[in-house]
């Protein structure tokens, strides 16, 4: 079963903020960001581990509440160079990674 | 350079013309995996593999082979292809299946076109 990733669209000027946030029906072991340039192959973000730290890369970070079965990738004071589709992906206990639908991010001047 | 190389990246054919997509990976990888990523739908798994000589179903196995004779390669094979399975496929390879040691590498992306 897919992680459904929220909202499903997001755009924004240079400078301002986002959330997109990620959620599972079931029980989570590892969280996994990807994102995805337009006409190029996903590229690993971060990941988040059972009973690890908030994770930052750049000026992205992530959480991972695993009582909720949730995680949120928080992008800072946005670039241009983050415009693309970012992809969850979530582990279980058989170490399986599905992905998310993603969410396609524009960021604008 | 470490990376996932497939071949070709386009590809038209027809309905039921045998085509493989090939897959290599120069890291001394374990696992390696097919996607594909339809709009709207995300990346799906196909096939994976834990290492050489074990292969296993995903998500959308259906009209797909796999097989993985070496550990650097993992060709896909769609024996009778449909247009259905039009759509933009990925290889990716990773160290092992850990949870924390599955970071996957993408190769750049194969898309096929079934008439």
């Known amino acids: 079963q897919q992680p459904v990733q929220s909202p499903q669209a997001v755009i924004l000027r240079e400078g301002e903020d986002a959330v997109i946030n990620c959620s599972s029906s079931?029980?989570?072991?590892?969280v996994h960001w990807y994102r995805q340039k337009h006409g190029e192959a996903p590229v690993f973000l971060m990941i988040?581990?059972?009973?690890?730290e908030q994770k930052g890369h750049e000026k992205i970070s992530a959480s991972f509440n695993e009582k909720k079965q949730q995680s949120s990738l928080y992008l800072t004071a946005s670039q241009l160079s983050y415009s693309g589709t970012y992809f969850c992906?979530?582990?279980?206990?058989?170490?399986?990674?599905?992905f998310g639908k993603g969410i396609t991010l524009s960021v604008r001047p | 350079e470490a990376q996932v190389t497939q071949n070709p990246r386009y590809l038209i054919t027809v309905t039921g013309k045998k085509l493989t997509v090939t897959c290599s990976q120069n890291?001394?990888?374990?696992?390696m995996s097919w996607y594909r990523q339809d709009p709207g739908l995300g990346l799906r798994q196909i096939y994976y593999?834990?290492?050489?000589?074990?292969?296993d179903k995903g998500d959308v196995p259906e009209g797909y082979k796999v097989s993985r004779k070496e550990k650097r390669n993992f060709p896909l094979i769609l024996e009778s292809p449909s247009p259905n399975q039009t759509s933009l496929y990925f290889c990716?390879?990773?160290?092992?299946?850990?949870?924390?040691?599955?970071?996957?590498?993408f190769g750049a992306g194969s898309r096929l076109t079934v008439l």
């Open positions: 990716a390879s990773s160290l092992s299946r850990g949870s924390g040691a599955n970071v996957l590498t």
């Open positions: 079931k029980a989570l072991y590892s």
């Open positions: 988040l581990l059972k009973g690890g």
């Open positions: 992906g979530f582990t279980g206990a058989n170490s399986k990674l599905t």
């Open positions: 890291m001394n990888h374990e696992y």
């Open positions: 593999s834990m290492n050489v000589e074990v292969t």
